[in-house]
């Protein structure tokens, strides 16, 4: 395979006799599906909210990948059009279909999950998944989610919103921290868009191999500080390269390629945590690379 990035030169080592298949790290795969089942359920109300959903084949960049469903099958289904209300559980008034709470004055509560909603809409983002995230950006729209629907906001409340305020915000801190970091983002859209990592696929390029096993070697041998920052600089590069390279893809629709490329920088963010918890005189565990 030919790269779609390009890669820093770095010192070619001499050949190792390391097992080049102990590098291959276990692929990220973020729960792009939710299931009401895995959340508390209210005994304030008829029913508990189903949020479950099927995945989808399709390629587009749609707000709706993922289609609401009230069954636990894998078989994909055809999109529906999503309302632009829901009846809010408490006082039945219509309610915009993302709403956190009841517009309703006299009412206000929390609202249950919205069926079939994604990362990037529960915390205010554009309806079509974008891997081009503006970090403050996310950051602040999670602030915002949080202040309106933190649990501890509603400990006192006996109307039963506190349950849904503590799914809603444990939801919100989920979707925040698989949007914030590139690789767990990179997984999260191939499962929202159909294009999952399995477990058996590994990167198949022994180029890329060796480059990790030097990579490895050359942070086994560093001796002072200095030399590590010098490896930092080179993996930074090599991790902002294939994050670039990650945008095209996803741009393009080339899923095949983003997989590749998230396969791949799997092994740059395993070296970059080595590099981040090195300490002068001790060794490196060469599995933990």
Sequence with gaps: MTSAV???SRVILTTSTRNLSSLTPSPCRPNAIINASLLSSSRYTPAAALFS????????????????????????STPTKRPETRSCWKCSSPVPYLALQCTNPDCKVVQTLAPGVNYFEILGLSPEPSYDVDLKD???????????????????NTNGDQVY??????????????????????????ELLGAPIHETESLNEPELLM??????????????????????????????????????????????????????????????NVIRDWVAGHPIVADHV
């Design 6 to 8: 390009s890669r820093p």
């Design 53 to 76: 959903a099927t995945r989808t084949t399709s390629s587009q960049f749609h707000s709706s990948a993922i289609s609401s469903s009230t069954s636990n099958s894998d078989t994909t």
């Design 138 to 156: 996310l950051r602040l729209k999670f602030f915002k989610v949080q202040q309106l629907i933190h649990p501890d906001s509603y400990s006192q």
């Design 165 to 190: 305020a503590q799914q809603q915000s444990s939801l919100a801190n989920k979707a925040y921290s698989t949007l914030k970091e590139p690789l767990s983002r990179a997984n999260y859209m191939l």
């Design 211 to 272: 480059e990790v096993m030097e990579a490895r070697e050359l942070l086994e041998e560093a001796q002072t500080e200095d030399e590590v920052q010098d490896l930092k600089n080179v993996n930074d590069a090599r991790i902002k390269d294939t994050v670039e390279g990650l945008s095209k893809a996803f741009k393009g629709q080339d899923m095949e390629q983003a997989k590749t490329l998230a396969i791949e920088l799997q092994y740059w963010i395993r070296i970059q």
